[in-house]
């Protein structure tokens, strides 16, 4: 299966940015839709954002529009996530994961199918 792998993760004061990072070592992610997920601790992994191959639709969780943005660079096989204003309710471990099927999303996934190719996660902390 494949391995997609994030980046970008860190501690950040409130109202801070990061970027996260999606990419997949050796397997081209251009024809596939990407999400987005984020676990929060004690809480339930819940959908951030998925974007469609090429120019497909692009879905963002509505309490996050505004401040979060996907995007992806196909000559660098990568997806990011853009978080701006972050609070600390932003504290989460997030994952990028795909059926490698799809190309055009559905809307934000509602839910996380352990079927899916999924990175290892990188930890966001948002302190005050």
């Known amino acids: 299966q494949v391995q997609l792998e994030e980046s970008g993760g860190g501690l950040v004061h409130a109202g801070g940015s990061l970027r996260l990072s999606c990419t997949a070592p050796?397997?081209?992610?251009?024809?596939?839709?990407i999400n987005w997920f984020r676990q929060a601790p004690g809480k339930e992994r819940e959908g951030v954002s998925c974007?469609?191959?090429?120019?497909?639709?692009?879905y963002l969780e509505d309490s996050l529009k505004g401040r979060f943005t996907i995007s992806r660079d196909n000559a660098k096989n990568t997806i990011y996530l853009q978080m701006n204003s972050l609070k600390l309710e932003d504290t989460a471990v997030y994952y990028c994961a795909s059926d490698l099927n799809r190309s055009n999303c559905v809307g934000v996934p509602k839910v996380s199918f352990t079927s899916w190719s999924w990175g290892q996660g990188t930890q966001v902390t948002v302190s005050t």
């Open positions: 050796g397997f081209n992610l251009d024809y596939y839709a």
């Open positions: 974007i469609s191959a090429f120019d497909g639709p692009v």
